[in-house]
Protein backbone atom coordinates (compact mmCIF):
# COMPACT_ATOMS: atom_id res chain seq x y z
CA UNK A 1 0.00 0.00 0.00
CA UNK A 2 2.31 2.73 0.52
CA UNK A 3 4.27 1.92 -2.82
CA UNK A 4 1.06 3.03 -4.25
CA UNK A 5 0.48 5.71 -2.18
CA UNK A 6 3.50 7.05 -3.62
CA UNK A 7 2.61 6.12 -6.54
CA UNK A 8 0.01 8.42 -6.71
CA UNK A 9 1.27 11.05 -4.70
CA UNK A 10 4.37 11.46 -7.25
CA UNK A 11 2.13 11.24 -9.80
CA UNK A 12 -0.03 13.69 -8.51
CA UNK A 13 2.63 16.01 -7.91
CA UNK A 14 3.90 15.77 -11.66
CA UNK A 15 0.36 16.21 -12.96
CA UNK A 16 -0.03 19.26 -10.47
CA UNK A 17 3.56 20.09 -11.71
CA UNK A 18 2.79 19.94 -15.35
CA UNK A 19 -0.41 22.02 -14.33
CA UNK A 20 1.63 24.49 -12.98
CA UNK A 21 3.30 24.88 -16.26
CA UNK A 22 0.74 25.15 -17.91
CA UNK A 23 -0.96 28.32 -15.97
CA UNK A 24 2.51 29.87 -15.99
CA UNK A 25 2.68 29.64 -19.64
CA UNK A 26 -1.21 30.59 -19.39
CA UNK A 27 -0.38 33.95 -17.68
CA UNK A 28 2.38 34.44 -19.37
CA UNK A 29 0.37 34.45 -22.52
CA UNK A 30 -1.55 36.52 -21.02
CA UNK A 31 0.22 39.30 -19.76
CA UNK A 32 1.98 39.38 -23.19
CA UNK A 33 -1.59 39.63 -24.83
CA UNK A 34 -2.29 42.58 -21.93
CA UNK A 35 0.94 44.45 -23.03
CA UNK A 36 -0.14 44.65 -26.88
CA UNK A 37 -3.55 45.70 -25.69
CA UNK A 38 -1.82 48.34 -23.79
CA UNK A 39 1.11 49.44 -26.04
CA UNK A 40 -1.84 49.80 -28.92
CA UNK A 41 -1.08 47.17 -31.34
CA UNK A 42 -3.57 44.44 -31.07
CA UNK A 43 -5.35 46.20 -33.92
CA UNK A 44 -2.78 48.03 -35.66
CA UNK A 45 -2.83 51.45 -36.36
CA UNK A 46 -5.52 53.38 -36.25
CA UNK A 47 -5.90 56.94 -37.83
CA UNK A 48 -3.90 58.66 -40.24
CA UNK A 49 -3.83 61.45 -42.74
CA UNK A 50 -6.81 62.05 -44.75
CA UNK A 51 -7.79 65.08 -47.01
CA UNK A 52 -11.67 65.71 -47.26
CA UNK A 53 -13.76 68.34 -47.87
CA UNK A 54 -15.12 70.71 -45.28
CA UNK A 55 -18.73 72.16 -45.09
CA UNK A 56 -17.03 75.34 -46.40
CA UNK A 57 -16.17 73.50 -49.75
CA UNK A 58 -12.63 73.66 -48.98
CA UNK A 59 -10.52 70.91 -49.16
CA UNK A 60 -8.64 70.53 -45.70
CA UNK A 61 -6.09 67.80 -44.59
CA UNK A 62 -5.76 66.12 -41.13
CA UNK A 63 -3.63 68.04 -40.49
CA UNK A 64 -5.46 70.89 -40.87
CA UNK A 65 -8.37 69.47 -38.51
CA UNK A 66 -7.05 67.93 -35.98
CA UNK A 67 -5.03 71.37 -34.52
CA UNK A 68 -6.26 70.22 -30.93
CA UNK A 69 -8.09 66.99 -29.37
CA UNK A 70 -10.88 66.12 -31.30
CA UNK A 71 -13.37 63.99 -31.60
CA UNK A 72 -13.99 62.10 -35.09
CA UNK A 73 -17.37 60.49 -36.10
CA UNK A 74 -17.70 58.56 -39.63
CA UNK A 75 -21.47 58.35 -40.17
CA UNK A 76 -24.61 59.64 -42.75
CA UNK A 77 -26.91 62.72 -42.22
CA UNK A 78 -29.70 60.70 -43.65
CA UNK A 79 -29.15 57.36 -41.29
CA UNK A 80 -32.23 57.25 -39.13
CA UNK A 81 -31.41 56.60 -35.70
CA UNK A 82 -27.88 56.08 -34.49
CA UNK A 83 -26.08 58.88 -36.23
CA UNK A 84 -27.91 61.42 -34.87
CA UNK A 85 -27.65 59.57 -31.33
CA UNK A 86 -24.25 59.19 -31.00
CA UNK A 87 -23.65 62.77 -32.56
CA UNK A 88 -25.15 64.63 -29.82
CA UNK A 89 -23.82 62.07 -27.66
CA UNK A 90 -20.12 63.46 -28.55
CA UNK A 91 -21.33 67.42 -28.80
CA UNK A 92 -22.33 67.35 -24.95
CA UNK A 93 -19.26 65.29 -24.23
CA UNK A 94 -17.75 68.26 -25.83
CA UNK A 95 -19.66 71.00 -23.62
CA UNK A 96 -18.60 68.77 -20.28
CA UNK A 97 -15.14 68.85 -21.07
CA UNK A 98 -15.59 72.16 -22.66
CA UNK A 99 -17.08 73.19 -18.59
CA UNK A 100 -13.98 71.49 -16.89
CA UNK A 101 -11.83 73.51 -18.78
CA UNK A 102 -10.73 70.96 -21.56
CA UNK A 103 -11.03 71.79 -25.78
CA UNK A 104 -12.19 69.37 -27.80
CA UNK A 105 -12.90 69.58 -31.63
CA UNK A 106 -15.77 67.47 -32.51
CA UNK A 107 -15.85 66.22 -36.23
CA UNK A 108 -18.31 64.58 -38.36
CA UNK A 109 -17.03 62.33 -41.48
CA UNK A 110 -19.63 61.75 -44.08
CA UNK A 111 -19.66 57.99 -45.50
CA UNK A 112 -22.43 59.21 -47.91
CA UNK A 113 -20.29 61.97 -50.22
CA UNK A 114 -23.64 61.07 -52.43
CA UNK A 115 -26.48 62.63 -50.59
CA UNK A 116 -23.93 64.53 -48.41
CA UNK A 117 -22.55 68.06 -49.86
CA UNK A 118 -20.73 70.37 -47.98
CA UNK A 119 -23.61 72.58 -47.32
CA UNK A 120 -25.91 69.10 -46.54
CA UNK A 121 -22.75 68.35 -43.63
CA UNK A 122 -23.15 72.22 -42.81
CA UNK A 123 -26.82 71.97 -41.73
CA UNK A 124 -26.39 68.96 -39.88
CA UNK A 125 -23.74 69.87 -37.90
CA UNK A 126 -24.81 73.74 -37.07
CA UNK A 127 -27.93 72.09 -35.64
CA UNK A 128 -25.61 69.33 -33.03
CA UNK A 129 -23.31 71.98 -31.62
CA UNK A 130 -21.13 75.52 -33.22
CA UNK A 131 -17.94 74.07 -33.46
CA UNK A 132 -18.92 70.59 -34.85
CA UNK A 133 -17.11 70.53 -38.25
CA UNK A 134 -18.67 68.56 -41.06
CA UNK A 135 -16.80 67.28 -43.94
CA UNK A 136 -17.51 64.88 -46.92
CA UNK A 137 -15.53 64.67 -50.31
CA UNK A 138 -15.18 62.43 -53.52
CA UNK A 139 -15.85 58.80 -52.78
CA UNK A 140 -12.45 57.85 -53.06
CA UNK A 141 -11.66 60.36 -50.11
CA UNK A 142 -14.36 59.37 -47.99
CA UNK A 143 -12.91 55.64 -48.25
CA UNK A 144 -9.18 56.61 -47.81
CA UNK A 145 -10.37 58.23 -44.84
CA UNK A 146 -12.68 55.68 -43.58
CA UNK A 147 -10.16 52.93 -43.94
CA UNK A 148 -7.23 54.73 -42.10
CA UNK A 149 -9.41 54.49 -39.10
CA UNK A 150 -10.77 51.05 -40.10
CA UNK A 151 -14.48 51.97 -40.26
CA UNK A 152 -16.76 49.91 -41.75
CA UNK A 153 -19.85 51.11 -44.42
CA UNK A 154 -21.30 49.81 -47.26
CA UNK A 155 -24.42 51.15 -49.22
CA UNK A 156 -27.87 48.99 -49.93
CA UNK A 157 -28.41 48.87 -53.15
CA UNK A 158 -32.42 49.33 -52.76
CA UNK A 159 -35.07 49.75 -55.39
CA UNK A 160 -35.88 53.37 -53.95
CA UNK A 161 -32.58 55.46 -54.72
CA UNK A 162 -33.32 58.29 -52.68
CA UNK A 163 -33.65 56.74 -49.56
CA UNK A 164 -31.25 53.89 -49.20
CA UNK A 165 -29.43 53.09 -45.75
CA UNK A 166 -25.77 52.59 -44.76
CA UNK A 167 -24.59 50.16 -42.86
CA UNK A 168 -21.90 51.30 -40.94
CA UNK A 169 -19.86 51.32 -37.42
CA UNK A 170 -20.12 53.61 -35.10
CA UNK A 171 -17.03 54.61 -33.38
CA UNK A 172 -16.03 57.96 -32.02
CA UNK A 173 -12.60 58.17 -31.94
CA UNK A 174 -10.41 60.78 -29.58
CA UNK A 175 -7.97 61.85 -31.65
CA UNK A 176 -4.64 64.03 -30.21
CA UNK A 177 -2.60 66.50 -33.03
CA UNK A 178 0.29 64.86 -34.60
CA UNK A 179 -1.16 61.12 -33.68
Do not use: W
Amino acid sequence: MPSRLVTYTAGGVAVAALAGVGVFFALQERESAAAMCNAGTVAGDMGGPFELVSETGETVTSADVITEPALIYFGYTFCPDVCPLDTVRNAEAVEILSERGMSVKPSFVSIDPARDTPEVVDDFTAKLHPDMLGLTGSDEQVRAASQAYRTYFKRHDDDDDEYYLVDHTTFTYLVMPGD
